[in-house]
């Protein structure tokens, strides 16, 4: 079963920020940097794909549930489609791919399409 969310945000914000207080350059570096937490702040749509086993790799015995959600974002004027794993705290863990495109239509297919 999929099951997808709207989510209204906006992180346009943060990126103004970091741009006036970094520079253009410097500011885009932050953010490919952050990629997971600007997309997953900046999200107006998510979409449940299932479970996954998280395994921590300094402890052979332990492990964490985690779930998979692709989600759709609007940043810097771009939509973003990311699938990311995501704890049960409903923070973002890990980015596992991410796709951009210049139109809505074309993004909101990939959210459908994504496994």
């Known amino acids: ?10 992180s ?11 520079g253009a350059v410097l500011a885009d570096r932050i953010i490919e940097a952050e990629a997971l937490d600007f ?14 086993i998280g ?9 964490e549930e985690l779930s998979r959600i692709a989600i759709l974002s609007v940043l810097d004027g771009r939509w973003h489609v990311a699938m990311c ?5 409903g923070a973002a863990v890990e980015l596992l791919w991410k796709r951009q495109f210049q139109c809505l239509g074309e993004a909101e297919i990939a959210l459908v399409r994504a496994r």
């Open 55 to 63: 395994w921590h790799l300094d402890d052979e015995d332990a492990s």
């Open 1 to 10: 079963m999929n099951m997808m969310t709207t989510i209204f945000r906006g």
């Open 85 to 89: 794993l995501v704890d049960g705290e």
């Open 39 to 52: 997309l997953w702040e900046a999200r107006v749509r998510e979409r449940y794909l299932g479970q996954q």
């Open 12 to 22: 346009d914000a943060a990126i103004d920020a970091l741009r006036a207080e970094f």
